[in-house]
Structure formats: C-alpha cells, structure tokens
C-alpha cells in the first residue's frame, strides 16, 4: 500500500515568493495533519482536518500560512509571502478511523533565501 | 495547553549497550506512542500503548505505559548501528482517535558509536 505522499521533497525559494506544498493521505483515512520541523521547536502541529474539515488551525503561525483540503485524497500548505524564518522540514501526517496511530510522509525540506 | 518532557535530548552510546529514555507529562494520557525518525525521513510508529502498566516489546524495543498514565519510557537492548535517530514520545488523551491530534516529546537523538 502506498504511504503518505509528499511533495516536492525538497523546495528552495526566494523570500517573498509563494510556496505551495503537496499531500496525498493513505486512501480510507479521514484524518490529516501538516506539521512543522525545526531544530529549535521539534514537531508542531500547524493544523489538521476531520473529512476534509479543518479542525484545529491553532498551530498556524500567521497569515501568511493557509490550508486546504478540497477532497478526501489531497492537501495543500501555503506560505505566501515565504520568509526565511519559514525554512524547516514540513510533514504531512494521516490517520484511519478510529485509530490513534498517525503515518507521516517523507516530508518537504523547504528554504526560504 | 498539554506539554511532554521527553528525556534525554540526546544519548551518545557504545553498539551492544542498552538505551533507556523517558517521557512525563502533567496530564493523564489514554494512549502513548514511540516513534522512531530516520535522517530525511518522516516519524515511523514503533509502539503503541493504550493501558496502564502495560508492558510491550517490538523486537528489541520495550515500551511501558506508566501506572500513573503520566510517563512512558522505552528501552532498546543490545544497541546496533541502525538504531541511530530521533526517537519521540506522543501522547493522545482519548481512545480510538476521539481526540484530534497528538502531544509530541521534543525527541531523543541517539547515536551509536560502533
């Protein structure tokens, strides 16, 4: 079975420019979760969505930031404008129902100049 | 809002010895979880552990839920090579996915020296 697919898998930018990473969750699970990591802060939860409904956008550092999940098989994460600060490894994260065990994907290493 | 102290931060250890790490939290969990990150990888689940006092082993992996649902630890026996990585604690306070996400630890970066 195929696991959580992330992509690009390593994203280098511009500060200012826009930045749109990619997630397709393992088929059959309703749960999905973008996280963020640095060395600094370890994992954050940025948000996650139930059936495609966001959740909990708590973790969401500003603005600049959106989500969105149009369907059961596809998210994206988007930083406009990028800052360098943003520069971290970003995961995707999906759970079946009624589980508690969350699948991570590869990640996306992005740099922000 | 719900914190879990993960300790070590990190372990520089000799190949063949044991490893023990820790997590404690100032909230009851329901359910903890040990995940392992390999370099450039995502977080892969290790162990799941759903009852207090329970005791269970992956290999040689050993994980515990503690008897007060506030702390969890893991032990690795007979270290290798390929046990190098970030190893995290999560916790999750309901059953069965009734709660949305995951407390992570900050991590335990292990390495071994062959």
């Known amino acids: 079975d195929a696991g959580v697919i992330q992509s690009p898998r390593h994203e280098v930018t511009e500060m200012g420019q826009e930045v749109t990473l990619r997630c397709k969750p393992i088929?059959?699970?309703?749960?999905l979760f973008w996280y963020r990591q640095t060395m600094m802060r370890g994992l954050e939860l940025l948000i996650y969505f139930n059936n495609n409904v966001p959740i909990d956008d708590s973790g969401m550092p500003e603005d600049r930031f959106s989500a969105k999940m149009p369907n059961a098989s596809f998210s994206t994460l988007k930083i406009q404008p990028s800052e360098p600060r943003d520069s971290a490894v970003y995961f995707c994260?999906?759970?079946?129902?009624?589980?508690?065990?969350?699948?991570f994907g590869p990640g996306t290493r992005l740099t922000v100049l | 809002g719900q914190q879990l102290n993960q300790s070590p931060q990190s372990m520089f250890i000799q190949e063949g010895e044991d490893v023990s790490m820790n997590c404690t939290s100032s909230s009851i969990f329901n359910t903890w979880l040990w995940y392992k990150q390999d370099p450039g990888e995502g977080p892969v689940l290790l162990i799941a552990l759903y009852k207090a006092g329970e005791l269970t082993s992956n290999g040689r992996l050993t994980a515990q839920f503690g008897i007060t649902r506030k702390d969890s630890f893991l032990n690795i026996s007979a270290s290798i090579p390929s046990d190098v990585g970030i190893y995290f604690c999560?916790?999750?306070?309901?059953?069965?996915?009734?709660?949305?996400?995951?407390?992570f630890g900050k991590g335990t970066k292990l390495s071994v020296k062959p």
């Open positions: 994260a999906s759970r079946r129902p009624g589980a508690d065990t969350q699948y």
């Open positions: 088929s059959g699970h309703d749960y």
């Open positions: 999560a916790g999750q306070l309901g059953y069965g996915g009734s709660q949305g996400n995951l407390i």
